[in-house]
T-cell receptor, first 114, second 111 residues
């Protein structure tokens, strides 16, 4: 069965510092992987996705993520965090099994300090 | 419409009452999902519709929960005999190519 683990419930980083949010998944085949962001009072927005090909994917707002099959990971990174990045981040794994059921992790809340 | 819409945006009900939550997906999107997000929690998958296939109901927490999707478009999530633990934000999403576009959610409060 699919599952997604985000080990960090919350992370605090200083503005301008680098960021890495961890995501590990469990799936029997090559998964489709996603990162979504939910800002306070906002809906969920897709940051980036991995379906196939280059394992380093670029997303919006300067985010990137790297798919590492050997580690079953899809960590999200940003070289320099801005205060506006404070939000909840969700990793998700999907499977194209005739449909596209997607399972979300529990989320990591990012706090940015000045 | 331009995005996924949900109604109502807020719903307050009394324990034991039935509620209906509506989702209008993006036109042309074949897949529609319902999730529940409790305070401070992640997204809990509830149900998934894909085209004309039988829905995946594996996430529905009890038989008080049901959903339908009429004409491959609008969907209604129904919660019967609501309980206080049903209080949450109910999110709908639609997709065409795998990644999902989310609606703003319906905040349900059961008193």
């Amino acid at each position: 069965a699919q599952s997604v683990t985000q080990p960090d419930i919350h992370i605090t980083v200083s503005e301008g510092a680098s960021l890495e949010l961890r995501c590990n998944y469990s799936y029997g085949a090559t998964p489709y992987l996603f990162w979504y962001v939910q800002s306070p009072g906002q809906g969920l927005q897709l940051l980036l996705k991995y379906f196939s090909g280059d394992t380093l994917v670029q997303g919006i707002k300067g985010f990137e993520a790297e798919f590492k099959r050997s580690q079953s990971s899809f960590n999200l990174r940003k070289p320099s965090v801005h205060w506006s990045d404070a939000a909840e981040y969700f990793c998700a794994v999907g499977a194209d099994t005739g449909g596209f059921k997607t399972i979300f992790g529990a989320g990591t809340r990012l706090f940015v300090k000045a | 419409g331009a995005g996924v819409s949900q109604s109502p945006s807020n719903k307050v009900t009394e324990k034991g009452k039935d509620v209906e939550l509506r989702c209008d997906p993006i036109s042309g999107h074949t897949a529609l999902y319902w999730y529940r997000q409790s305070l401070g929690q992640g997204l809990e998958f509830l149900i998934y519709f894909q085209g004309n296939s039988a829905p995946d109901k594996s996430g529905l927490p009890s038989d008080r929960f049901s959903a339908e999707r009429t004409g491959g478009s609008v969907s209604t999530l129904t919660i019967q005999r609501t309980q206080q633990e049903d209080s949450a934000v109910y999110l709908c999403a639609s997709s065409l190519g795998g990644w999902q576009f989310f609606g703003p959610g319906t905040r349900l409060t059961v008193l």
